[in-house]
């Protein structure tokens, strides 16, 4: 999700360079290696991830603070406020800005990346609500919402202007989409390899889907003999749509075609270091996951992690 595309829908624009507040301990590693767990602070709570040069940011889903981690050298610092609402899915722009899923809270948030400035806040819903992840393109940001059948698109104007708080656009998913009891439903999201649509996982059936961005129109990605159980943070590159499975442990590797209305899967990723990763970033030739440990129970002094694997 964080490499550009040649697409018509723009892609995922990336960099960020973000001020410094705290400094978490860095991680022992060999000289001019880095390291392939990086540490966060006790009881972050990491959600998101998005990744700019040689640089992380992971969102907690906790306190709503962001984290930026240095992946040479695995030193960490506190960029930001805490809002104590979450934040989950992330991306960079290359204008210095980071767009920020607000969770429970409903929202989405735009940061300076330079200062740590919140520039825009827009609010997407009230209750039930659960704003879980965020891709960029060219002219819109589009957010999922894991408690409702729609996704949230935020208009980018000349240079990339941020649109009036209240300039949103809520679409309605039609078509194959179906939501499914009051569980986590729609989650990560990706564009097609075309650029003409977007892709998003149904978490709680393990499904892909094709949604038309203009008409919210949805059909399933054809992947014979595969459903995605679990499956969370999305990232497309190129062709291969990487589907994080949280709960089980792994990244399933899809080749779509390049309408992204069908797919085979080609490989499937695991780590002895995974500990319930939520989602996907690539930097320095590597895969970059958050290790959320859902299944473990969160006090202020759990520790947690992120893991870089090779891309498959």
Known sequence: M??????TLGGALTAAMLVTVAVA???AHPAGRPPTVLTLPDGFQPEGIATAGRYAYFGSRATGAIQR???VTGRGTTIGAATGTPSLGLKA?????LFVSGGTAGDARVLDTRTGEVLARYQFATAPTFVNDVVLTRDAAYF??????????????????????????TITLTGAYEQVGT?????GIAATPDGRALIVVQSNTGTLYRV????????V??????????????LLLGRALYVVQNRLNQVAVVRLNHAGTAGTLTSTITDPNFDVPTTVAKALGRLYLPNARFTTPPTPTTPYTAVAVRAS
């Open 2 to 7: 964080n490499r550009p595309l040649r697409t």
């Open 183 to 187: 569980g986590v439903n729609l989650n």
């Open 69 to 71: 981690v240095d992946l």
């Open 144 to 169: 999922t919402d894991s408690n409702r059948p729609v996704l949230y698109r935020l208009p980018l104007g000349r240079g990339g202007a941020l649109p009036p708080a209240d300039a949103f656009t």
């Open 93 to 97: 722009d290359r204008r210095g800005r």
């Open 212 to 219: 038309d961005p203009a008409t919210g129109a949805s059909t």
């Open 25 to 27: 301990p860095a991680q």
């Open 221 to 234: 990605v054809d992947v014979p003999g595969h459903t995605f159980t679990n499956g969370d943070g999305l």
